[in-house]
């Protein structure tokens, strides 16, 4: 009886270890299983070198010609043809040309911001934006900026200074935006704006330029990239 009950004891430890070695052994392919699914599905967190090698296989597409397809005073438009890296041919990819652009984030010595309010035909609407305008030919775009804040508002800082550079449209167009930081902006002369051009002029405070960027009042995308980034310079300057 005694040795009945021992085997019993036994044999039911031994069990007990196999279903442990088991639950470890299922337990380990689950980790390898979640492992390897977790890096396939989200290869963006592995690591930076890998990151920058997958960056650098990208190749670009190879032009095989480009000639303009339509132009005034405003537009330049090319047709290209171009091989893509895997020996596809587009006969009819369009690209603007396009000088570069310039934003102005300018603030006043009373931390007002100077915005602009002018029709945008396009939208069929009136838009409140910064100041901007596109770089003319020979011009720096230091130089560009100041231009474009005086003749649109009629304000001049006493610093300017570039914050960033945004791409413009990059699927249709090769030009770049250049934002602007200007401080201790005043009012110095009259707007010189172009003939087509009709601008109201009009300073918010800070607190409420931030508040016009988040609820919509200034939804031209490029306005709002530059209005954060303007912010974001001045809160860690």
Same mark, same amino acid.
């Given at each position: 009886?005694?040795?009945?009950?021992?085997?019993?004891?036994?044999?039911?430890?031994?069990? $007990?270890? $196999?279903?442990?070695?088991?639950?470890?052994?299922?337990? $380990?392919?689950?980790?390898?299983?979640?492992?390897?699914?977790?890096?396939?599905? +989200?290869?963006?967190?592995?690591?930076?070198?890998?990151?920058?090698?997958?960056?650098?296989?990208?190749?670009?597409?190879?032009?095989?010609?480009?000639? *303009?397809?339509?132009?005034?005073?405003?537009?330049?438009?090319?047709? #290209?043809?171009?091989?893509?890296?895997?020996?596809?041919?587009?006969?009819?990819?369009?690209?603007?040309?396009?000088?570069?652009?310039?934003?102005? %984030?300018?603030?006043? @010595?009373?931390?007002? %911001?100077?915005? &602009?309010?002018?029709?945008? /035909?396009?939208?069929?609407? %009136?838009?409140?934006?910064?100041? *901007?305008?596109?770089?003319?030919?020979?011009?720096?775009?230091?130089?560009?900026?100041?231009?474009?804040?005086?003749?649109?508002?009629? +304000?001049?800082?006493? =610093? %300017?200074?570039?914050?960033?550079?945004?791409?413009?449209?990059?699927?249709? @167009?090769?030009?770049? =935006?250049? &934002?602007?930081?200007?401080?201790?902006?005043?009012? @110095?002369? /009259?707007?010189?704006?172009?003939?087509?051009?009709?601008?109201?002029?009009l300073t918010?405070?800070?607190?409420? +330029?931030?508040?016009?960027?988040?609820?919509?009042?200034?939804?031209?995308s490029g306005?709002? *990239?530059?209005? +954060?980034?303007?912010?974001?310079h001045l #809160? /860690?300057?």
């Amino acid at each position: 009886m005694i040795v009945e009950n021992r085997s019993r004891s036994g044999s039911r430890l031994r069990l $007990r270890l $196999r279903l442990r070695d088991r639950s470890r052994d299922r337990d $380990r392919d689950r980790g390898r299983r979640e492992s390897f699914t977790f890096t396939s599905m +989200f290869p963006s967190i592995l690591t930076s070198t890998v990151s920058k090698e997958i960056r650098m296989g990208l190749k670009k597409w190879q032009i095989l010609s480009s000639e *303009a397809a339509f132009q005034n005073r405003w537009w330049l438009i090319h047709q #290209e043809r171009c091989q893509l890296p895997d020996g596809q041919i587009i006969n009819d990819y369009f690209v603007r040309i396009a000088r570069p652009i310039v934003m102005i %984030v300018a603030l006043t @010595s009373e931390q007002e %911001v100077v915005l &602009v309010r002018q029709y945008r /035909h396009g939208i069929r609407n %009136v838009l409140t934006e910064l100041p *901007a305008g596109s770089v003319e030919e020979g011009e720096d775009v230091l130089s560009a900026a100041r231009r474009e804040l005086q003749e649109e508002t009629g +304000f001049e800082a006493e =610093k %300017v200074i570039e914050v960033a550079q945004l791409v413009n449209d990059p699927t249709g @167009s090769n030009n770049y =935006k250049h &934002v602007f930081l200007a401080l201790n902006a005043k009012p @110095s002369s /009259h707007q010189t704006p172009d003939p087509t051009e009709e601008i109201e002029v009009l300073t918010v405070p800070l607190p409420r +330029f931030r508040e016009m960027l988040r609820n919509g009042e200034i939804c031209c995308s490029g306005c709002i *990239a530059a209005g +954060f980034i303007g912010l974001a310079h001045l #809160e /860690h300057s």
